[in-house]
């Protein structure tokens, strides 16, 4: 069997979060239209621990892609010698940005999924 390479595993996991964050998004989506938007506000603003966790993975996802634009910034500026190590740091910087915007999904699908929102809803 052939050795998989860093490229494969970044590209093939890139990937595999990507249809795991579209399921949760569009799960998300298709859920909200049949929700009471002033509970789901209630519920949102008064759970302090899903607000720091929303504003966490907004910040590590901002975070992390201000760190890959500004590692190609300093590489096309010839601050640093794009070399393979530039390359995988940049390849787990945009990992990460998608591996953040997943977990960030994740936490609004639990939100809307709860089980005190499916006791409120007819024919969810």
Known sequence: MAELSLT???SGGSALIGVIG???VIKIWKKWQHIDIDL???RVFLNKNFLVKNWQYT???GASQAAHQFLDFI???NYLTYSSFVEHLSSILEFMVLVF???LAYE??????SKNEKKNIPNA
């Open 8 to 10: 494969t595993l970044h």
């Open 22 to 24: 579209l399921y949760l």
């Open 40 to 42: 789901i506000k209630a």
């Open 59 to 61: 910040f590590l996802t």
């Open 75 to 77: 590489v096309s500026l």
């Open 101 to 103: 915007l997943v977990v």
């Open 108 to 113: 609004w699908y639990k939100m809307i999924y």
